[in-house]
């Protein structure tokens, strides 16, 4: 048992040091200003856009087509095969983390599948915070600001553009759980021309048509 113990110290010690070492060229930016924009991956004004789509699942990899749209509450989002056979369609609730599956494969309806899917993709249409627990830190360059929201169980992370509120990538570190790397680039106007989602061993790519 104490040896049990004191590897659980080490772990704890080496996951701070990764931790602290991860945003390393970042210092603290203590001051917001009108100038200084929220991240945003899709603007106010995005309504639809269309993704040809590259989801690799455990070693397998199927390719369609991802609608995104903005309804009045939230982001209802789809994939479908180049033939139209349906994947998923799951709905994401504006502001918050609450998430419903429209339809699911029944091929891809297994929890770990469903989890990740909610998950990482969720993070693409979530808000960043501004409260007591926020960290905000710029790099040596001032273009690009890293905004750091600790929730219970998780930590997000958002590196963007202080000017645009272009994001250029996500992270969200859960404590018990699967780590999510999201890379967006090439925005046109109302959205990223292409997304990148890694999580454990499912990854997506989003081209956008």
């Known amino acids: 048992m104490k040896f049990k113990f004191h590897l659980l110290i080490a772990f704890l010690i080496q996951a701070f040091l990764a931790g602290s070492c991860r945003f390393s060229g970042y210092t603290a930016f203590h001051k917001i200003t009108p ?29 369609g087509i ?46 770990p599948v469903k989890e990740a899917l909610i998950s990482s993709l969720g993070l693409l249409f979530s808000e960043a915070n501004y409260n007591a627990h926020t960290r905000l830190k710029v790099n040596e360059t001032k273009k690009t600001v890293l905004l750091i929201n600790k929730e ?14 272009e994001v250029d990538q996500m992270k969200q570190n ?23 989602v890694y999580r454990g061993k499912i990854s997506m790519h989003f081209q956008r048509m």
């Open 174 to 196: 859960k404590f018990f759980g699967s780590k999510t790397t999201i890379k967006m680039s090439a925005y046109m106007e109302d959205a990223p021309d292409s997304i990148m």
């Open 152 to 165: 219970k169980g998780s930590r997000i992370s958002y590196y963007y553009d202080p000017v645009s509120g």
């Open 35 to 63: 100038k200084l924009s929220k991240p945003t991956v899709f603007s106010p004004d995005f309504s639809k856009a269309l993704y040809k789509t590259e989801l690799s699942l455990y070693g397998r990899t199927i390719t």
């Open 66 to 111: 991802t609608v995104i749209k903005k309804v009045d509450d939230g982001y209802q989002l789809a994939m479908v095969s180049e033939v139209g056979l349906k994947y998923f369609e799951i709905f994401f609730q504006d502001d918050s983390a609450i998430a419903e599956t429209k339809y699911l494969m029944p091929v891809l309806d297994r929890k």
